[in-house]
């Protein structure tokens, strides 16, 4: 398990992460969600040991993480690693090297995962001749060459086209079911809510919200939206409820709580015809402008 305690990291007067503390669980996806400037990538930093925290600390399984144990970690940095002008199958080769394989291993696991992402004509090729979709394919097989306790992937769908963002949605899971905890930074929150366990929301350095989607969306108002055959101004004048907005028939409102909620569809129905009386669940990008605003 990964855990993270109380990470703070100053740069002069400048808090750039403020007491972030959070785990990510063997086989679980944890999506690590903030505007730009919200510390996602310094954090990132700090559990790889590419910077040292101001306080606190990153914890393998209980234990203080060791260079030992970081290397080996999968990791996708924001700067993207590979060099331009360097073959393609010779620079992951070299990478897996570095995390301990044999030459052989690393040319064989290397050129299996080329060959999976379609990239299996390009292995002499220099990196700068890719596209960056397939710069971004290769960048991630070097995260994954070395078969990693942890993943920590700093934007690892960026640039991808659909078919690509669904081979790297497969992958991350394949690892997963074998109990690597995967923690990765995206603002494509339709993509986080379908692949993640987890969500952790930072804004301005501070962790606002942390749990699942489902623990998110039941901390948000409750919403309802009402429809029907005539004009709905009249529930301006309930006890206890909110109008959000309301255009003719249609009002989206926001009641006190659900008996609240049952009472206007009684009174809605005793004056006239009733369309639709539904729930109106949040989506994550909705939450998300909630506990960031």
């Keep these: 398990m990964l855990q993270l305690q109380h990470l703070t990291r100053r740069y002069g007067d400048t808090l750039a992460v403020d007491d972030v503390t959070f785990e990510v669980p ?53 700067e993207r690693g590979l060099y331009p002008k360097q073959p393609v199958l010779g620079q992951l080769v070299y990478l897996g090297q570095l995390h301990g ?33 397939n710069q971004q394919r290769a960048q991630i097989i070097a995260a994954v060459l070395g078969h990693p306790v942890a ?15 669904d081979q790297m949605s497969e992958l991350l899971r394949e690892h997963t079911a074998q109990g690597v905890p995967v923690l990765f930074s995206s603002h494509q929150l339709e993509l986080v809510d379908r692949l993640c366990d ?72 005793a004056r006239g015809g009733v369309r639709e009386f539904s729930r109106i669940r949040p989506t994550l990008s909705e939450i998300y402008r909630e506990v960031a605003a």
């Design 198 to 269: 987890g969500i952790v929301v930072l804004h301005e350095g501070r962790l606002v919200a942390n749990g699942t989607s489902e623990d998110l969306r039941a901390g948000a108002p409750l919403r309802y939206r009402l429809t029907a055959t005539g004009d709905v101004g009249w529930v301006r004048g309930v006890p206890g409820v909110r109008v959000v907005d309301l255009d003719g028939p249609s009002v989206l409102l926001e009641p006190d709580d659900e008996a609240v909620a049952e009472r206007l569809l009684v009174d809605a129905v």
């Design 26 to 78: 063997p086989g679980r996806m944890v999506g690590f969600v903030g505007g730009n400037g919200a510390g996602k990538t310094t954090t990132m930093r700090m559990i790889m040991g590419v910077l040292a925290p101001t306080e606190g600390e990153v914890r393998w399984d209980g234990e203080p993480t060791t260079r030992e144990v970081r290397s080996r970690f999968g990791y996708m940095p924001e």
């Design 101 to 133: 394989m044999s030459a052989q291993a690393a040319r064989t696991r290397a050129t299996e995962l080329l060959e999976r992402f379609g990239l299996g004509e390009r292995t002499t090729d220099k990196v700068e001749t890719l596209s960056l979709g």
């Design 151 to 165: 993943l920590i992937l700093d934007e690892p769908f960026s640039g991808l086209d659909p078919a690509a963002v």
